[in-house]
């Protein structure tokens, strides 16, 4: 369990990086004219967590690693995406073993959680007057374009962080006795 603990920060610090550079080159530039497309691979591999392993472990990467983007990379103001991460990554794990984990519901927990974030993120914004955006724009041009991307590299990445996370369910009863 202490190996793959070690993997899965190993995964997150790895697409932490991505995502603050590689992946900002790779969008096209004509993209980013018409909408704003933000991928939030952290936030997916944190509600997966959430999903397959427990809502407090979420809450805690999503705090950890929400923290280092509110320093790093997004966020005008400190703490508004380790709030959001946090409470979305806690909220998705409230339905760990509550219903049959398919990649249908996967999809639909994923999906939510990161309209569920962005909505935290605009509303944080909004009231303390960081940006002054309608809401209907932000929701077409932000919100359900960085959905999209973030579910297509949740199917993506499906079947590999969900063995990695039943090889971590695997290992615990392992090391208890």
Do not use: C
């Amino acid at each position: 369990m202490i190996v793959t603990r070690k993997w899965l920060w190993l995964i997150l610090l790895a697409l932490f990086i991505l995502e603050g550079t590689l992946l900002q080159w790779i969008i096209p530039e004509v993209w980013q004219s018409k909408v704003y497309v933000a991928p939030h691979f952290i936030l997916v591999i944190v509600l997966y967590i959430g999903l397959y392993v427990d809502r407090h472990t979420a809450l805690v990467y999503g705090l950890v690693f929400g923290l280092l983007q509110d320093f790093l990379y997004y966020s005008p103001m400190l703490g508004p995406i380790s709030f959001a991460m946090g409470l979305t990554g806690y909220l998705a794990g409230l339905t760990h073993r509550r219903l049959f984990s398919n990649i249908a519901v996967s999809m639909v927990v994923i999906g939510l959680g990161n309209l569920f974030f962005e909505w935290i993120l605009y509303g944080l914004y909004r009231l303390f007057q960081v940006t002054h955006m309608d809401l209907q724009w932000a929701f077409f041009h932000q919100m359900l374009p960085s959905m999209l991307i973030n579910l297509l590299f949740a199917l993506i990445v499906y079947v590999p962080v969900r063995k990695l996370f039943e090889s971590m369910q695997n290992a615990s009863p392992a090391s208890d006795e």
